[in-house]
């Protein structure tokens, strides 16, 4: 296996977590790993509720969103999520990427050289935020529930280890809507990603969630 190549394609498998995975829950950081999942008190029982409820209490949503690399470059752009199975994520220029799942298959795209990767949609992380219903306690452990002014965070790792990291969530209380969530990749690089002008219920144009591909051997929409 071309060595290079295959990094090329974990990085752009990465990109995909990174821009909606962050609803969809990854894998933990070794250490995380080797640790028992916490007992759970009330209260925090409560706030994961809570957020399960609000992942699950809406079948479109759009917004803006900003993501903030490790070395700190700044990408903004436009996302629509239309449950079940699709979702579009457009990084404004001059990040050349766009992810769009059309239900089964996930694309990453490179608008600048007319380049994409495609992984079947139940393969990828992605699956989980975008099925009809996502049951926290099945399909992620968590780590770890913090709040405070308002604010909850919740720490998770994704049972199946899809991919080496872990997420961290950010919910407002008060607005009763996710503000940001945190990618911390395996080797503690973190990635944030947070939301702003968040719509639910607005109805999306099925448009969005057709990307036209052009590779050899690979899916045509």
């Given at each position: 296996m071309d060595f290079k190549l295959d990094r090329r394609a974990r990085r752009r498998r990465h990109?995909?977590?990174?821009?909606?995975?962050?609803l969809a829950f990854?894998?933990?950081?070794?250490?995380?790993?080797?640790?028992?999942?916490?007992?759970?008190t009330p209260e925090q029982t409560a706030a994961v509720n809570e957020i399960g409820d609000y992942i699950n209490g809406f079948r479109t949503l759009q917004?803006?969103?900003?993501?903030?690399?490790?070395?700190?470059i700044v990408?903004?752009?436009?996302?629509?999520l239309s449950k079940p199975g699709k979702m579009r994520f457009e990084y404004s220029p001059p990040n050349p990427f766009?992810?769009?799942?059309?239900?089964?298959?996930?694309?990453?795209?490179?608008r600048a050289k007319d380049q994409a990767d495609q992984y079947p949609l139940s393969q990828t992380p992605l699956r989980l935020v975008l099925d009809d219903d996502v049951n926290i306690y099945?399909?992620?452990?968590?780590?770890d529930v913090q709040s405070g002014d308002g604010l909850v965070t919740v720490t998770l790792e994704d049972k199946k280890k899809i991919v080496p990291g872990h997420l961290i969530l950010s919910y407002d209380e008060k607005q009763k809507a996710l503000q940001q969530w945190i990618v911390v990749d395996g080797q503690g690089r973190r990635t944030t990603v947070s939301l702003e002008n968040v719509v639910a219920g607005v109805q999306t144009?099925?448009?969005?969630?057709?990307?036209?591909?052009?590779?050899?051997g690979g899916k045509k929409n």
């Amino acid at each position: 296996m071309d060595f290079k190549l295959d990094r090329r394609a974990r990085r752009r498998r990465h990109i995909a977590a990174i821009a909606l995975s962050g609803l969809a829950f990854l894998a933990s950081m070794p250490l995380a790993a080797a640790d028992k999942p916490p007992a759970l008190t009330p209260e925090q029982t409560a706030a994961v509720n809570e957020i399960g409820d609000y992942i699950n209490g809406f079948r479109t949503l759009q917004g803006d969103f900003t993501q903030t690399s490790p070395k700190g470059i700044v990408s903004k752009g436009v996302f629509y999520l239309s449950k079940p199975g699709k979702m579009r994520f457009e990084y404004s220029p001059p990040n050349p990427f766009i992810i769009v799942s059309d239900g089964t298959w996930v694309t990453i795209k490179n608008r600048a050289k007319d380049q994409a990767d495609q992984y079947p949609l139940s393969q990828t992380p992605l699956r989980l935020v975008l099925d009809d219903d996502v049951n926290i306690y099945k399909e992620a452990d968590i780590l770890d529930v913090q709040s405070g002014d308002g604010l909850v965070t919740v720490t998770l790792e994704d049972k199946k280890k899809i991919v080496p990291g872990h997420l961290i969530l950010s919910y407002d209380e008060k607005q009763k809507a996710l503000q940001q969530w945190i990618v911390v990749d395996g080797q503690g690089r973190r990635t944030t990603v947070s939301l702003e002008n968040v719509v639910a219920g607005v109805q999306t144009d099925p448009k969005l969630f057709v990307i036209k591909v052009n590779r050899g051997g690979g899916k045509k929409n």
